[in-house]
């Protein structure tokens, strides 16, 4: 057990052995800290002397259960573990809560929001390292928290938090809070759109009484800094504000930061680094350095005039509405789970699109939405959608042509993540260029226009 680690459990449980689970156990390895670990898939060989079914639990010596982000523990029904941690009094908390009892020095920034938390969390720390401050970058992004290096006193945690790990970490305490937006996403896991702003909400009641809350725009977003404005400073990203940003950064151009809504990432960015201190000239050479997340407007290849790009992460209809508004020509390709929210946010974009290309479980809905505005077609995968969207681009020699992978839709009816979505994007975008560098054959495509 280190200095700065204090043994703030004697025995825990694990739900779920992803990375956050992984982290906490080797904490609790270190530590001394006993611990039961269930996960539905079964024990692992490294994770076996550890594995115990939780109905085998000893309830009256539990302290607390660490619980994975993916598994509910209320909405829309709590897993079987949960539900005897709840009946037995067992406090059920995220990995991230279980990083802060453990302790951690520097200060606290921490970024949510339906769209855009990525972004914005990557962005101010890579900014915060090219100016020199030693920061940590985790959480719902990259490393869980309880695995990062510590940062010191004067260091800085910059750290994304989903609505589902919000709600199981009471002892947040963040010096600077950043709500991006709050839209309709997750509605089953908290109870519908009242409770998924309530965990939203926990953000803000983290802030520490001189610290600052960053928020966008949104009624959800207006009630919420009326409710707090008395207790904290208080800074809206208003869209003109958003509009001079993004004729700021423009002599970057910088792709990773295209669109109104990086815009608002953007100016979000700015606000938290000024507010630590760093300068206007350090701030500008972060953002122009800025190499953007994979799957989110990543560039996947480009051949003469057709841009290939990979926004496999918009996953609701609000994100591939950003996505929409940040080009033009675009052959879109789309489908998958569909959300809540459905396209109702990519109408007014649609005068972008040349055609769409659907694919998977929702392609024939998304069709009934889409075919009166612009000409569709749907097929079984995205591997024939972008062979399809690749001819039809080839025509096109005028004008740069963009194809576009921005789902609308969570991929699990055919990938098990977006990030496995987006991977076979950019193998498919690399596949049509080496097809397009080469004398071109008109292929046999099983895809039906609607």
Not at 50 to 68: E, H, K, P, Q
Not at 205 to 212: E, I, K, P, W
Not at 270 to 290: M, N, P, Q, W
Not at 340 to 360: N, T
């Amino acid at each position: 057990m280190t200095k700065t680690h204090k043994k703030i459990f004697n025995r825990i449980a694990i739900l779920g052995m992803g990375r956050s689970g992984q982290a906490v156990l080797d904490a609790c390895i270190e530590d001394g800290i006993l611990v039961n670990l269930f996960d539905d898939k079964g024990a692992a060989p490294q994770t076996e002397a550890y594995f115990r079914d939780f109905n085998d639990w000893d309830m009256d010596g539990l302290d607390a259960m660490v619980i994975s982000p993916g598994i509910p523990h209320h909405y829309p029904a709590p897993h079987p573990a949960a539900k005897r941690c709840i009946d037995a009094g067992v406090p059920i908390i995220s990995e991230v809560e279980f990083a802060l009892r453990r302790g951690r020095a520097g200060r606290w920034i921490s970024i949510t929001g339906t769209n855009g938390k990525s972004t914005t969390t990557a962005l101010i720390a890579h900014i915060l390292g090219q100016a020199g401050i030693n920061c940590s970058v985790g959480g719902n992004i990259g490393a869980a928290v309880t695995a990062l290096k510590p940062v010191g006193a004067d260091g800085v945690n910059v750290i994304e938090l989903s609505s589902y790990q919000l709600e199981v970490t009471p002892s947040l305490c963040s010096d600077i809070a950043v709500i991006m937006n709050i839209t309709p996403d997750h509605l089953d896991r908290h109870g519908g759109m009242a409770g998924y702003i309530r965990a939203k909400e926990q953000v803000l009641a983290s802030v520490n009484t001189d610290g600052l809350a960053v928020l966008g725009e949104g009624e959800a977003l207006d009630e919420l800094a009326s409710c707090y404005q008395d207790r904290m400073k208080i800074i809206r990203l208003a869209r003109a504000e958003q509009q001079e940003e993004a004729s700021h950064i423009a002599p970057f151009e910088n792709l990773a930061l295209k669109g109104l809504h990086n815009a608002q990432n953007t100016l979000a960015a700015r606000y938290v680094c000024r507010t630590l201190g760093l300068s206007e000239a350090e701030i500008d050479k972060g953002i122009a350095s800025f190499a953007g997340l994979p799957h989110r407007l990543q560039p996947a290849g480009q051949i003469d005039n057709i841009l290939f790009v990979n926004d496999s992460k918009a996953t609701n209809g609000e994100a591939a509405a950003r996505a929409l508004a940040s080009f033009e020509n675009i052959h879109w390709c789309a489908g998958g789970i569909a959300k809540e929210d459905g396209l109702d946010a990519c109408i007014p974009y649609l005068s972008h699109v040349a055609k769409s290309y659907l694919f998977g479980a929702c392609a024939n809905d998304f069709a009934a939405s889409l075919s009166e505005h612009i000409p569709v077609s749907c097929f079984d995968t995205l591997e024939e959608a972008v062979e399809a969207a690749s001819l039809s681009a080839r025509q096109e020699r005028s004008s740069q042509q963009v194809i576009l992978l921005s789902p609308a839709a969570a991929s699990f009816d055919q990938y098990t993540s977006f990030e496995a979505r987006g991977m076979q994007f950019c193998a498919l975008a690399a596949a049509q260029i080496d097809k397009l560098a080469t004398p071109y054959e008109q292929s046999s495509l099983r895809g039906h226009h609607v």
